[in-house]
């Protein structure tokens, strides 16, 4: 083990010297659970264990009877995970890596105990206990020694084989529950509490190859954070836990109790779309488009992107609109563009939707579901886009009676994650929340979309006879007419008339707002006379607050950076991708443009006549409940008259 600056570099030969009890380990030995449930004990079929080589199955009905069970407790990962390919004769290339994994994994763990013991007076104590002359004052402290051992072998091992699996993960997902069988007593029972509870794993969600690699992570999952928990209020581990270990073929790093996550993005099977294909929402495309190309600007060494340090970021965003006006075909464009510029750059990108399935019946799993989604799209290792469809269904009103506690978890969740006190962006990813009804969402939940996409669909003739092209395909001989297709959706052309149709507000209630305050001070062409517009605004619509002004002022800043980043630096990883931070940085600051009055007026009313429109939605819908409640109300009183007239 040599000493490079503060890190301890794991050699080859000291991991390479474990590989034989890392072998045994998974071959097979047995162990009868302690702190888990003894129920929860798998039973695994097989053979024995003994023995090294696979064994070739017959595929002939008849031939081959119930293979010997195993002893009770027994755990043989090898079989285990040999078993999981619907009875092929030979192991995969899936299950041998698995297999090379958690062995490595295993060796590793190890290797770091006996540097722990080395480091502190263990390797001493164990000599000494092994010759019968440990003093009986130095008792106390080698069972604490041992415990010590025993967590840090147990963290390295889940945190080590978590790395280096992360490349087999797929699409797959397993609820394995929290690890029980988390041993202290030293590092030799550790390993084994940790495969045991791996081995129950795979026999209770590892039906398949997907499903098993999975549930092996999920479990390593459960086990950093069961080991972290319990190291919380251990003692004697400054030695493992203010160490950093290298072990350099692996590129892994090991600090301590800190998770060293492998960047790996997601297997996307969505069908992409290409720009042209979104007909209409020429804002919400382009934001689109634009929020793509920023988010590749991401720095991997310094972990910022230039856009986020300069105040042109979106973190968050809200695509609203009607049923059948886009909002699918929008997400399916932006991950369709994110993922190729990644695959260009050779970057990791990960894509997740939050769904309505990930609300559960049961208390705290909802705002567990809704942690895990933020946590793998923040992290900073990856190109991250993360969406919630139909948010108004998934995330409750608070005070709302009609939301269930998994949806009020989940609002929770949402807004401490989006503009909370620990939020940092990075600008490595974006979330984006899409409804059908955003007068439904929470008000300070929805007020935390920093930007908002009106997905209105197609409005022109032109927009109609593009999408009906567009739908129909090439497989037929319909002459096209007059008309050039696709023209009406060049994108900077479009975009400019929808900008400029904000110059005024659009919805009639804060048309009234804009005209009055005019009327009263003049055009509003100063900050002052800006200031007191949003002071008339806010008069109007009290939800109009201090955050509001941030998502107004964050969207100027973003019209700032309305500029395309050249398609040739995204075909082109030298030209932009891969330069240095500060250069990135100096190239995109030469093409920032000025802020103007007109910019910022738009952008005011771009914003109130969504707030606007959401409060006339909100207000028109519980009058009509309102109304129907009272027509019930007369229904009822008609019919209880007429039966007490009729008795």
């Not at 790093?253 to 779309?273: E, H, I, Y």
Request: hydrophobic share 45%.
């Amino acid at each position: 083990m040599s000493v490079a600056g503060d890190l301890m570099e794991l050699s080859e030969a000291e991991i390479a010297a474990h590989y034989g009890t890392a072998l045994a380990l998974l071959e097979g030995f047995e162990h009868a659970p302690r702190l888990a449930r003894s129920d929860a004990a798998p039973t695994a079929e097989g053979s024995s264990g003994l023995g090294t080589r696979r064994r070739f199955r017959s595929t002939t009905p008849g031939l081959v009877g119930r293979a010997t069970g195993h002893a009770a407790g027994g755990v043989h990962l090898i079989e285990r995970i040999e078993g999981a390919d619907g009875g092929d004769a030979l192991m995969s290339v899936t299950q041998a890596a698995v297999l090379q994994g958690l062995r490595r994994a295993l060796a590793i763990a190890l290797t770091v105990g006996d540097g722990f013991a080395r480091a502190t007076d263990l390797a001493r104590m164990k000599r000494e206990n092994l010759e019968g002359r440990l003093a009986a004052g130095d008792r106390t402290a080698f069972a604490e020694l041992l415990s010590a051992e025993a967590l840090a072998a147990g963290f390295t091992f889940a945190n080590a084989a978590a790395f280096l699996l992360a490349g087999q993960a797929g699409e797959a997902q397993a609820d394995v529950g929290a690890a029980e069988e988390v041993l202290t007593e030293n590092a030799d029972l550790a390993l084994k509490g940790a495969l045991w509870e791996i081995d129950r794993a795979i026999a209770a969600h590892g039906a398949d190859e997907p499903r098993m690699v999975a549930a092996i992570l999920a479990m390593l999952e459960a086990l950093m954070e069961a080991f972290r928990l319990k190291a919380a209020h251990a003692p004697r581990l400054a030695a493992f836990d203010g160490a950093r270990w290298r072990v350099e073929a692996d590129d892994l790093t090991l600090a301590g109790f800190q998770p060293s996550a492998r960047a790996r993005g997601s297997v996307l099977t969505m069908q992409f779309k290409k720009p042209h294909e979104v007909v209409g929402n020429h804002i919400a495309k382009h934001q689109a488009m634009r929020l793509a190309k920023m988010l590749m600007a991401y720095d991997f060494e310094r972990k910022v992107n230039p856009f986020a340090e300069m105040g042109g970021f979106i973190f968050t965003f809200m695509g609203d609109g009607k049923p059948g006006t886009g909002k699918t075909t929008l997400i399916q464009m932006m991950a369709g563009l994110l993922h190729g510029y990644c695959q260009t750059a050779g970057y990791p990108f990960r894509y997740q939707n939050f769904s309505i399935d990930q609300i559960d019946s049961y208390q705290g799993k909802s705002g567990q579901n809704a942690k895990a989604f933020i946590d793998n799209v923040l992290d900073p290792n990856v190109i991250g886009f993360g969406t919630i469809d139909d948010i108004d269904q998934i995330a409750g009103k608070r005070g709302d009676r009609q939301s269930s506690a998994g949806q009020q978890e989940v609002t929770a969740v949402f807004m401490e994650a989006f503009s909370g006190a620990n939020t940092v962006v990075r600008g490595n990813c974006t979330f984006g929340m899409f409804s059908n009804y955003p007068e439904n969402v929470d008000d300070a939940l929805r007020q935390r979309a920093g930007a908002r996409f009106l997905v209105d669909g197609p409005q022109s003739r032109e927009d109609y006879i593009d999408i009906l092209a567009l739908l129909l395909g090439k497989r037929h001989d319909i002459p096209l007419g007059d008309h050039d297709l696709f023209a009406a959706q060049e994108i900077r052309r479009a975009v400019e008339r929808s900008f400029e149709a904000h110059a005024r507000p659009q919805e009639a209630g804060l048309l009234a707002v804009w005209e009055r305050t005019e009327r009263e001070i003049g055009r509003l062409d100063t900050i002052a006379k800006m200031g007191a517009y949003l002071k008339a605004i806010q008069q109007a619509d009290p939800r109009f607050t201090g955050r509001s002004i941030k998502n107004i002022t964050d969207a100027v800043k973003v019209r700032a950076m309305d500029f395309e980043l050249p398609d040739d630096w995204m075909d082109d990883p030298d030209l932009f991708l891969r330069k240095p931070y500060e250069d990135k940085m100096k190239m995109i600051e030469d093409m920032r443009r000025p802020i103007t009055v007109d910019m910022v007026l738009q952008e005011i009313n771009r914003y109130a006549d969504s707030e606007f429109r959401y409060a006339d939605k909100s207000d028109e819908i519980a009058i009509e409940a309102m109304v129907r409640d009272f027509g019930r109300q007369e229904e009822a009183r008609r019919r209880y008259a007429e039966g007490k007239a009729g008795a």
